[in-house]
């Protein structure tokens, strides 16, 4: 395994640190303390990652007598927004994980195991040991699959030998990708850097990578002797207008080269060729159809496609008339509430909205569910809405970023104006999220940010 990567902290970074924490302080206040409600209803919850534990830590707080189950046979918990900092070498796979049962709190029954049906009619779930659980409020939030079998060639095996990584694959493979990052950034060759034509969770992650790979060769053995490709199955580098016009002049200045419209659909990782398709149009007739655009690497990151879980898919939640390759669970994009199932509710990566599948979302979905939910118990509607909050704290550079936050409306909406400029690439960006971020995470968990 190669060594981590290390930057030194300057003065100026002692002092952006000091900012950070001063940020910190403010997006991880004590919420409000709410009048404790009493029933007996029986909350299930699917899913123990940040959506659901954050949920469950939260309802505690509020209820009175409530019986609350998680259904999640996971017994690690991934910090996931680390995933990428494990990739370049920055931090240790261990730093992204830790035990699920020690971030539930007492009151909260966890069931160690996976859901294996769901009947939103009868409202009950059905777990793989055979268990079955009665509800009168569902919640879901089992996140989402990594499809690693749409890409023919490929298996996780592969991962850190001859040039391969997959950091979504989780925190092994994340260090496993670094060995391969840094193999590249030594000897050079052409990287190619890939996302998949599904919606995804980080949707920026792609773009972090492909900015440290090139940053770390810049200065590595590498040094003039290498070249990164970005491909992307989309017309554009982000979904927000502004966003992507300033990456796309940070690619341009940084040599980066982009393949929009190109989608991996295999690899031949003896031949160390990838395979893509696109779109093609006939100039006479206007007919269209897609083409096979082959591309070698010495270094390839593969992100694969990303669906809601089998359980999910068959249990009658999913959308009908949109994202019906993918299967995330129909709801209500202010609320998060199933139009058609007003008991379930559904949270983080699993929610079939326009934006939001990210941890930062899940800080500003949990309160909308929370509210809607106790609301339900009492008789009444709630009045939380969920604007889309999404935020993306957009490595660019070891020791810069920039911290990207933004609505459904693609409309800008930094925490901190005046402060940190949202477009600008800035030592204290980067130490939101190389150091404040995960102390904000565990703090959401707790049910206190």
Known sequence: MADTFEPKISRRGVLGMALAGAAFTSLATEPAHAQRVSTNAHIVIIGAGAAGTTLANRLV?????ARITIIDGRAEHLYQPGLTLVAAGLKPAGYVVSRTADWLPSGVTLVAEQA???????????????QRFDYDFLVVAPGMVQDYDAIEGFSLDMVGQNGIG????????AARTWAAVSRFTEEGGTAVMTRPATEMKCAGAPLKHAFLVEDIASRGGARGRYEVQYTCPQPV??????????????FGERGIATHYRHTLTAIDPGRKVAFFTTPTTDAATGA????????????LHVIPPQRAPEVIRQS??????????????ECDRQTLRHPRYPEVFALGDIAGVPKGKTAASVKWQVPVVEDHLIAAIQGREGTETYDGYTSCPLITRVGRAMLVEFDYHDNLVPSF?????????????????????????????????
């Open 316 to 329: 009658g939640l999913s959308w009908a008339d949109r994202w019906t390759d993918q299967g995330w669970v």
């Open 116 to 130: 294996s049906e769901i009947d939103p009619e009868a409202r009950t779930v059905a777990t793989a040991g055979g």
């Open 237 to 250: 580098l982000f979904s927000v207008p502004i966003v992507a016009e300033k990456v796309r002049m940070l």
């Open 417 to 449: 104006p005046g402060v940190i400029a949202p477009l600008e690439e800035l030592w204290i960006s980067w130490l939101m999220k190389e150091v404040a971020l995960k102390a904000t995470y565990n703090a959401m968990l707790r049910g206190r940010a």
């Open 288 to 299: 269209t159809g897609s083409s096979t655009v082959e591309m070698e690497y010495d270094y």
């Open 166 to 173: 997959a950091l979504y694959a989780g925190p092994d493979h």
């Open 61 to 65: 707080q509020r209820l009175e007598g």
